[in-house]
């Protein structure tokens, strides 16, 4: 019997997966993510979501070795670490762009993608295990992308978001700094051009997030990033 297109995304991973000759399988993922079909959309996002947790665990997108240019071998690895790069970015983008379209299957994925690469990039980004660091790089792009979709955004998104990461104090806290960077931003836009920049709708859904949550009166102390599951981690993945 032929190979389907489901068929094939998981050959596809397979194959990335044992060895680095075959990223340029990475691009065939990625293609499929424009598939007119929703179900090979969604295994392609599943498929590339594995695989670059796979890279990230195993330091593919961090330099280890010495620079040194004469050497193929380094020239070689640092022409796959920036390609790799460059896809993640693709899918990145990509997710974002389901989190501002109108499939609430898309958005909750999406958001389960994109909050489990804020908290893989945290651990990867810390020098010292037993450091907490916040990874407010992705973050600020996916609460953006929130906002964009107000008006769009599903019910089971919008509770997937505020019931699964808003328990948490840092996300709490760099919720609230992106926000506050985010209207700011509106509120000189508006300036310029003599308008609102900021919809209705997008101004309730920033105050359907402020009042999700209870602000901490006590000791700050649940995080999504920096707990003992974390160090431990990056204790694991640092003796390799």
């Known amino acids: 019997p032929s190979s ?3 068929d094939h995304i998981q050959s596809l991973g ?15 993922l990625l293609e499929y993510l424009e598939h007119d079909q929703s179900e090979v959309r969604f295994a392609s996002m ?8 796979f890279f990230l665990n195993n330091n593919r ?3 280890t070795e010495v620079i040194e240019p004469k050497k193929r071998k380094t020239v070689a690895a640092l022409k796959v670490r920036a390609w790799l790069k460059e896809s ?9 762009s389901f989190l501002e379209g109108d499939v609430a299957l898309f958005q909750v994925a999406a ?18 295990p037993s450091e ?23 019910e089971e998104a919008l509770g997937l978001f505020t019931s699964r990461y808003l328990v948490y104090d840092d996300v709490r806290y760099f919720l609230l700094k992106n926000l506050k960077t985010w209207l700011e931003q509106k509120r000189e836009l508006s300036v ?49």
């Open 4 to 6: 389907t297109p489901l």
């Open 88 to 96: 993640y970015g693709s899918f990145v983008k990509t997710l974002l």
């Open 14 to 28: 397979k194959i990335v997966k044992e060895s680095l000759k075959n990223l340029n399988s990475l691009t065939e």
């Open 132 to 154: 907490a660091y916040f990874a407010n790089i992705l973050f600020p792009r996916i609460v953006s992308s929130l906002l964009a979709n107000a008006s769009g955004l599903s």
């Open 192 to 240: 310029k051009k003599g308008s609102d920049a900021i919809s209705s709708e997008s101004q309730e859904l920033v105050f359907l997030l402020l009042h999700s949550f209870k602000f901490p009166t006590g000791k700050i102390s649940s995080f999504f990033v920096g707990g003992e599951k974390d160090i431990q981690q990056k204790n694991s993945r640092q003796c390799r």
């Open 61 to 63: 997108f961090r330099q």
């Open 111 to 128: 958001i389960k993608i994109l909050m489990s690469f804020v908290r893989k990039l945290s651990i990867y980004r810390v020098e010292e």
């Open 46 to 53: 599943m498929s590339l979501h594995r695989l670059f947790l």
